[in-house]
């Protein structure tokens, strides 16, 4: 329950805030505001705040991407992994974290020489968590697996080692290689030592503000209006100008919505035990 509660704090309150203004902005430039155009506007807030990508009366059927806010594709995966992570906690696979190896390295290996289990599993895990095909298995099995990867390095922290000549004798190989498993691997380790690392310190750009999430999820409507008002067709300009506007709208979300949001960590009700997953 603790896990869970942090997760959707984090996640919600910038996102909802994200959604209202996106829908106020369009009424406002593109819509005549009636009971129509308001129901419109709700239900987008509403299932795009549960990480839907919903449309919002096709205003941007005239722009190269038709969509109000592509950005949320990611949260909906996110989520799903978070309840994945949580679901392991309540198994006690966490806890035991050789136990939990094992599991990920049959499975590794069931997918190496196309063993039955695998296709058992993952067909489970798409309907237990509704992660599309795409018509083949990649596209989500990446994300899986660095998800997967994640939780194995905070597991494994006390033998975890960064290395700068394993992360680019790794990214070497990922110029030859098409293999999505290695390709996943190599960019995850070294995303991990290049960010991570001692020698790669850089000071913390979060320290007073943190805007990194609401301009994450600011950005693509920003965006799409800017390129429905006719402006910025040079993506130079186009990214200058969201940026503009954008970053202290993310800097008043966080400070207004997003670190209070936070701060209500523990303090409501529990209903479930807390689950140590660690």
């Not at 960064?162 to 995850?188: C, D, K, M, P, Q």
Request: overall charge positive; glycine content about 6%.
């Amino acid at each position: 329950a603790t896990f869970l509660e942090a997760r959707l704090l984090r996640l919600l309150p910038g996102l909802v805030f994200a959604n209202f203004l996106t829908a106020a902005a369009i009424l406002i430039l593109f819509l005549p505001v009636n009971s129509e155009t308001l129901t419109a506007a709700a239900v987008y807030v509403g299932k795009s705040s549960i990480f839907k990508l919903e449309d919002f009366a096709g205003v941007f059927q005239s722009n190269p991407e038709k969509g109000v806010n592509g950005s949320l594709w990611t949260l909906g995966y996110e989520f799903r992994f978070y309840i994945y992570t949580m679901l392991l906690g309540l198994c006690g696979l966490l806890a035991k974290r050789w136990s939990f190896l094992a599991v990920v390295l049959t499975i590794v290996v069931c997918s190496m020489f196309k063993l039955p289990l695998l296709s058992t599993v993952l067909e489970w895990f798409q309907n237990a968590f509704k992660l599309p095909m795409i018509g083949k298995e990649e596209p989500y099995l990446a994300l899986t697996t660095s998800f997967t990867i994640g939780i194995l390095a905070y597991l494994f922290r006390d033998y975890f080692r960064l290395s700068f000549s394993v992360a680019s004798a790794l990214l070497i190989g990922a110029l030859f290689s098409a293999n999505w498993l290695y390709l996943t691997l190599a960019w995850v380790y070294a995303a991990y030592v290049f960010s991570l690392h001692p020698k790669c310190y850089l000071p913390k750009a979060d320290r007073w503000w943190d805007c990194s999430y609401g301009i994450y999820i600011l950005s693509y409507p920003t965006q799409q209006t800017l390129l429905k008002l006719g402006f910025a067709r040079n993506g130079y300009a186009l990214f200058f100008a969201t940026m503009a506007i954008i970053l202290p709208i993310a800097a008043f979300s966080w400070k207004v919505i997003e670190e209070p949001a936070l701060r209500l960590k523990g303090k409501f009700p529990r209903f479930l035990k807390r689950v140590d997953i660690a």
